[in-house]
């Protein structure tokens, strides 16, 4: 099952980003950022591969390297997504509220989906330099980890991507709320 989803997910995300580069009329800001959400989700399949295998025999298996590398895409990954959304959802609030505006062009999409790749590397950084290979021993059973000491700094990291995807999203949508009322 877990095989299939990685297929689809694969061919999904490559037909995605194959169309959007081969269609000239595909070339969109939103496509450009739906580019960019499926790139960061071809990461996201392949750096799973080896937490599912943790998942399924509590057993690290793959050194202290891949541990740290986990960590590091498991925030990165979620960041691209979170930060591609809050892209998408500020073009849309942009184009609704400004019409008249100029729209913003690709030089300055690909510059922001660049700063989206640098921020999601800073929020991801973390897991590189703190991640850790334990074991713990309860009983007779031994459990290994790939844990971080970090985990309540990774929580706030987490609520704060989250809140700051939800306060966007609910400003531009306080924002639109009036202008949308007189249609």
Request: a positive charge; proline letters at 3%; glycine letters at 6%.
């Amino acid at each position: 099952m877990f095989i299939l989803l990685v297929v689809f997910s694969v061919v999904g995300n490559t037909l995605v980003m194959y169309i959007i580069l081969r269609s000239r009329g595909m070339r969109t800001v939103t496509n450009y950022f739906l580019f960019n959400l499926s790139a960061g989700d071809l990461l996201t399949i392949f750096q799973i591969l080896p937490n599912v295998h943790f998942a399924l025999t509590q057993n690290w298996i793959f050194g202290l390297t891949l541990c740290k590398l986990s960590q590091f895409f498991t925030a990165f990954n979620i960041a691209i997504s979170v930060f591609t959304f809050i892209g998408i959802t500020t073009d849309r609030y942009v184009a609704i509220m400004y019409p008249l505006r100029p729209r913003s062009g690709p030089k300055v999409t690909i510059f922001f989906i660049f700063l989206i790749w640098i921020s999601a590397f800073v929020v991801g950084s973390p897991g590189l330099v703190a991640a850790e290979l334990f074991n713990q021993k309860i009983a007779n059973f031994t459990e290994t980890q790939n844990e971080t000491g970090m985990k309540h700094r990774q929580e706030i990291l987490n609520n704060s991507e989250l809140g700051l995807q939800v306060s966007v999203k609910l400003h531009c949508s306080f924002k639109l709320s009036p202008e949308l009322l007189e249609l």
